[in-house]
């Protein structure tokens, strides 16, 4: 559904008008329902990715290459186009919720005038909508929430907020940068199996964006090492573990904290419920 040939990002300094290369041509693809994560340390180019495929990259940034998106070449779409498609079919999840959530406004307004405006449903369709989405992503009690502010909630809570925002209206393309980062690790552990529970039911491509190899591990299908704006190498979790192509990526494995019992995330996000409230 996503095929990204020879990406390259190049910034301008505005004072002195010289060029940086910031993405060295990386190429990827990612089949319809699955999730890819992005993975490697802070400044390796991982937002950037993501910033070029929903075409906000840097006032006077240049983007060389192909992002394709079902057929349409985002680099070369029409400012209507890209538009719909960046409303309908691209949603991002960003690290902070509170970027977001308005401070002023309950939550449920986010939510709510999200799908009335967009979308023209019915204000009495949009809070029954809000309220059933909610309880996708675990939260029990909707009325509490939904009239909540910001600072009412937990960072979990809000990240669940901003993930049912994400997924109401119906994108085809999930782009999470290191969505649960500012998290501690239990809550951090259940927004994941949340994040990962919905987007396979619902069938929905994800690019998961973090500096964690076993969380990443824990829910993707495909990893994709990034050192330095380049994309070292690809491949299913048991090869970047067992077969490691690069010094790096060998260094990466040998670093790594040990979050979760016995080297297994997966079985320990198996093990979160996801039902549990947070706030
Ligand atoms: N607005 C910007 N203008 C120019 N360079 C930037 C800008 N934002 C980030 N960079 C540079 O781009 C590189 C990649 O950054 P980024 O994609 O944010 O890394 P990551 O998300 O992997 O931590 C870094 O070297 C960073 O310094
Ligand atoms: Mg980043």
Do not use: W
């Not at 960003?94 to 009335?116: C, T, W």
């Amino acid at each position: 559904m996503l095929t990204i040939e020879d990406l390259v990002l190049t910034v301008t300094d505005p004072d002195t008008g010289q060029e940086t290369e910031i993405l060295h041509g990386n190429s990827l693809t990612l089949g319809a329902g699955e999730a890819l994560g992005l993975v490697g340390e802070s400044g390796s180019g991982k937002s950037m990715t993501l910033k070029c495929i929903l075409g906000i990259e840097p006032s006077g940034a240049r983007v060389d290459g192909r992002i394709e998106l079902d057929g349409t070449d985002l680099l070369t779409a029409g400012g209507e186009q890209l538009r719909r498609i960046r409303a309908e079919d691209l949603a991002l999840i960003a690290q902070n919720p509170h970027g977001a959530l308005n401070p002023v406004l309950p939550v449920g307004r986010y939510l709510i005038e999200g799908m009335s405006d967009a979308r023209g449903m019915s204000r009495a369709d949009a809070e029954r909508k809000a309220a059933e989405l909610l309880r996708e992503v675990g939260i029990d009690d909707t009325d509490r929430v939904l009239r909540s502010y910001p600072h009412q909630l937990s960072g979990g809570m809000l990240q669940r907020v901003v993930i049912a925002g994400a997924i109401s209206g119906n994108p085809k393309l999930l782009l999470a940068d290191e969505p649960t980062t500012a998290l501690d690790v239990t809550t951090q552990a259940e927004v994941v199996a949340i994040l990962d529970e919905m987007r396979r039911e619902r069938g929905l491509s994800m690019i998961f964006v973090t500096h964690d190899l076993d969380l990443a591990a824990a829910v993707c299908d495909r990893l994709a090492v990034m050192k330095d704006g380049e994309i070292l190498e690809i491949g299913t979790p048991e090869d970047i573990r067992d077969r490691p192509q690069t010094e790096y990526t060998r260094n990466l494995m040998a670093a790594r904290p040990m979050l979760y019992p016995d080297g297994h995330p997966a079985a320990f996000l198996a093990d979160v419920d996801t039902k549990e409230a947070d706030a």
